[in-house]
């Protein structure tokens, strides 16, 4: 990330958005939750390929399994009735795809807000954590919700 406490501090206002949509999920607005999963997710890739901090961070949590598949299911359940496509197998397939994304997102950026709410002043293992997660993991789920909700957006699937 570009030089700066503000630049982090953009970073984790992004992440807390992406946590606040998905934490309210069934109250947002059906015609807004695209375009504001999109633009939120947008901005956290941007900021993420810029991120430059040292690995220093060795907190790992274990996942809650039940609440990470009690999510899942949330999004499912929300998604499904928003996404219109002609072709019933791939619809399934493309809301199935994103609620995975989104739920992998969600459990990935919350760790890291846990354990900035620890210590708020010293925001490096947060980032830290964000950093080490999106090389091994959540990037490609980034990737791939920016994709799904771009090609819902035109109602088509290749």
């Not at 939750?33 to 956290?44: A, E, T, Y």
């Not at 499904?80 to 795809?97: C, F, G, M, Q, Y």
């Not at 999106?134 to 109602?155: C, D, F, I, M, R």
């Amino acid at each position: 990330m570009k030089s700066g406490k503000k630049n982090y501090n953009t970073l984790i206002s992004h992440i807390r958005g992406f946590c606040d949509i998905i934490r309210g999920i069934e109250a947002h607005p059906s015609g807004n939750l695209k375009p504001d999963l999109f633009r939120i997710l947008s901005l956290i890739s941007e900021e993420m390929m810029s991120l430059k901090v040292a690995k220093d961070s060795h907190f790992v949590a274990l996942p809650d399994l039940d609440y990470r598949y009690e999510m899942f299911c949330r999004l499912l359940e929300v998604l499904a009735p928003r996404i219109n496509n002609a072709d019933a197998e791939k619809r399934e397939t493309l809301v199935s795809n994103l609620a995975d994304d989104l739920t992998d997102l969600y459990f990935e950026l919350k760790r890291g807000l846990d354990l900035l709410a620890l210590d708020p002043a010293h925001p490096l293992s947060a980032l830290s954590l964000w950093r080490t997660g999106y090389e091994l993991h959540w990037k490609e789920h980034l990737e791939s919700a920016l994709v799904l909700l771009n090609q819902y957006s035109y109602g088509h699937l290749n």
